[in-house]
């Protein structure tokens, strides 16, 4: 391990050579390979001592599940004699701030879900606090899109791309096209000002495509139409296997818009469960439209849903054939109105094309939901 | 855009004077922000020419969509003139190759899904031709451990980790931790000789809560064990959604072992679907004990599998109480000798929680399956 810590020092050392702000993650574990914070005392000759508020912190995390802390997690407690810890609501490990010879070394924990919460409540402020108020602030603004390719969706603004202030950049993601609007301006008020007619004309060219801005999910999108026009979903997924379901009860407060659903990966569990007639599957296959439409029509009464969504597709790598390859999906919809169904071909791998299915269901609930608040 | 090129071009004629081989990633779509190819031949004085055979795999890749190029996705198919195209098997865009000037220029997609095959399958071979035989290898294995936490592993192999050749390094993730053994060596038959005796150390001591090695995850490991026992399962989820079922169907070849699921997300459909009494869900909660077994038991009946296996819990951020708080959750399994079911209580937000969930359910189908295979 002494290699391991020499190659930490020396990096810190190098940090300290060259920057007044060092902002360091990971290495604050229990373990002998966790030596973030021993290397920066090394480097700043300082002294790790135990911080009696963040022992009590570690000591209850573990309370809280009922185990004794392992005598290692002490370990975590320790903090400069002349620095102070950064609180962690989401492990263990406390993170360390230390201001010393003109520098200031902020050390966070690893995981993005302890370390991102820190770096917003703390971190940011922090510096907001040191650094004082910026003279220019920048601010973006994201437009997210789904149903429009990347080329497309810039074959309809592409007069506007070379805009400088807000800059207009098209981001392209597994299924979805976004595009970031970027400000420069001395206040929130301004910023927002400069972007507010850019959006408003890329709205106006390409808005029936949007679903949602700057970290709205599709999943979010369609849990809020849901919840706005007052109607609930059940699902029906075959090569998605939960996915769909996944993603939808990722959103807090999904339950007052999520019925439930079957995973019909075996033909028989379509049959039974969701009453696909034998004789159909028998004919048609259970990639197929009128399965899609059968699952979509069956999963809705049998839940007692107001919609009723279906996903049964080839996703790969096996099973294909050059009738139905690799790629094939129906996704059904089945309203109180009736029922219809897409038939998407995709490319790309397993995860991909399920990701994708699950990304056309999640729109097509989500228009369907936003019909039945504005009907025409 | 101007300025976006010109940026490009900075950093490319900074990695030129600095390295003789430069590689990258992204860039190579088919809209006026992609730039990476414009900005090499700029720096390296060099000519784009259409690659008539990149321009038909563009071109077929949107015919088996059905629809017609876009004009402007001929700019993938424009290569070097003394360069060539890296095939891409799983996207549009091909990578390019540039030799000139004593440097080696390699610039693939963005996406990992695309990247990623093409460095294993072309670059690193190409490379390995250009740069000969190393004289030295660095080969990693990784064990792999579920329900041990990172302290209670590094206990029972303290004195294994100051090993230089391999050296064993603990690795901490979302619900379990790996060790990585990394051996220098001149040959793969040496490296393995050298890691071999190191593993095996590490195996009596804790091979109980080894799942797997190298890229194995929970969900292959169920799969395989499930496979190997000749056993089915089925899944009854509420406050994973759909998680479980998506992770096990994530296994290409899940289809002879995963009959399907119930997300049985609202609480009628726990009763009408998977057979839960009234009555236990009036005296108990869907969050409990009883309701967790009577799911495992139902759904493995509803879906005529070897094993039922369900979650209930509170997944947050609303809905916790002092008796039943956030994090709670129950994880039921069902098999032909009888149900049990395993109280947790996690930490962390919605969705480390679902996940920690699901990895619990993994870790008891693979048990329980490979019990089935190993009979005491």
Chains 1, 2 share one sequence.
């Not at 998605?240 to 939808?248: K, N, S, W």
């Not at 049998?302 to 009738?323: K, N």
Request: charged share 25%; glycine share 10%.
């Amino acid at each position: 391990m002494g290699d391991n810590f020499g190659r930490v020092v020396e990096t810190i050392r190098r940090a300290r050579d060259r920057a007044d702000l060092i902002l360091t993650t990971g290495g604050l574990g229990p373990t002998e390979d966790d030596l973030t914070k021993e290397a920066i005392a090394a480097v700043f000759d300082e002294e790790l001592v135990l911080d009696e508020e963040s022992l009590r912190h570690v000591e209850g995390f573990f309370a809280r599940r009922g185990i004794p802390m392992p005598e290692r997690n002490r370990k975590q407690a320790l903090i400069y004699r002349c620095g102070r810890a950064i609180p962690n609501p989401n492990g263990t490990a406390p993170g360390a701030l230390l201001e010393k010879e003109g520098k200031i070394v902020i050390s966070l924990p690893g995981p993005p879900r302890e370390m991102l919460p820190m770096l917003n409540d703390w971190v940011v402020p922090y510096l907001q606090g040191v650094l004082g108020e910026q003279r220019q602030i920048l601010r973006s603004r994201i437009l997210r899109f789904f149903g429009i390719g990347e080329s497309a969706l810039e074959e309809r603004i592409r007069d506007l791309l070379p805009h400088r202030n807000p800059t207009v950049a098209p981001l392209a993601h597994t299924g979805e096209v976004h595009l970031r609007l970027t400000a420069k301006a001395t206040s929130e008020a301004e910023a927002a000002a400069l972007i507010a007619p850019i959006e408003a004309e890329i709205r106006a060219r390409a808005g029936e495509f949007l679903y949602g801005t700057d970290a709205t999910t599709l999943e979010q999108a369609a849990v809020e139409a849901l919840a706005a026009a007052g109607r609930t979903v059940a699902v029906a997924e075959s090569c998605t296997g939960g996915m769909l379901g996944e993603r939808i009860t990722n959103v807090a407060g999904s339950s007052a818009v999520f019925r439930g659903g079957v995973i019909c990966y075996a033909n028989d569990v379509k049959e039974r469960l969701c009453g696909v007639p034998a004789a159909l599957l028998a004919e048609h296959g259970a990639v197929s439209e009128p399965c899609a439409r059968a699952l979509a029509e069956g999963v809705r009464r049998l839940l007692q849903a107001d919609f009723g969504v279906s996903i049964t597709g080839i996703a790969g790598p096996g099973g294909g054939s050059p009738e139905k390859p690799v790629g094939l999906v129906y996704v059904g919809l089945a309203t109180p109105a009736g029922s219809e169904v897409e038939r998407h071909q995709f490319q790309g791998q397993r995860h991909d094309i399920r990701y994708r299915a699950a990304q056309v269901a999640l729109d097509r609930i989500r228009r369907a939901a936003a019909r039945e608040s504005h009907p025409r």
